[in-house]
């Protein structure tokens, strides 16, 4: 009886996927570097990503490990420059408070011409007629939508948004009122 050699190499188990992740870092570095533009990030990004494999490696089988350790990199790489986007948009920047102009009380001047730029919006709005007049104070005092005064006085939406610019045109020329700056 004849015994065919035993070819260990068929018999190794594959690499798990951290061991693959280890073997290839500089290809998955560069991957991350691609995309988050710095090496530090790049080495956060390996970090992360190898914590999400080595944290799943037990349930996960891959076909093609390594590409499966890129995609997971590149995953990890575009949530952090989302995440890196998201907080420029919140962050402040040191602002010279000495510098801002900040508007004090207004003048007794201002407000006697706010005063009576509110006396002429009344007498225009009382020279409405009233149906005009209700459906002004309805939408821009109640705040109700175009459609839901429309329902409420049971007419058509065109209707409702044509007493609304016309009330509007009467009262446009109260805003000269407050036009002239202190």
Not at 47 to 73: H, M, T
Not at 145 to 170: D, S
């Amino acid at each position: 009886m004849r015994r065919e050699p035993i070819d260990m190499a068929l018999h190794l188990p594959e690499p798990s996927l951290a061991e693959v992740f280890i073997a290839n870092r500089p290809q998955l570095l560069r991957v991350a570097r691609k995309i988050v533009r710095t090496a530090e990030l790049a080495d956060d990004v390996l970090q992360d990503a190898y914590l999400r494999i080595v944290d799943g490696a037990s349930v996960r089988k891959a076909e093609r490990p390594i590409g499966y350790c890129c995609q997971v990199v590149r995953n990890v790489a575009l949530d952090c420059c989302r995440r890196h986007t998201v907080e420029a948009n919140y962050r402040s920047f040191d602002v010279d408070v000495e510098a801002l102009d900040v508007a004090g009380p207004p003048s007794p001047d201002r407000l006697m011409r706010e005063r009576q730029a509110i006396h002429a919006i009344d007498r225009v709005l009382a020279g409405l007629p009233a149906r005009t007049r209700l459906v002004f104070e309805l939408y821009r005092l109640e705040g109700l939508t175009q459609r839901e005064i429309a329902q409420r006085l049971g007419c058509a939406l065109g209707l409702v948004n044509g007493l609304i610019a016309e009330a509007a045109q009467a009262i446009k020329a109260c805003g000269r009122l407050l036009d002239d700056d202190d």
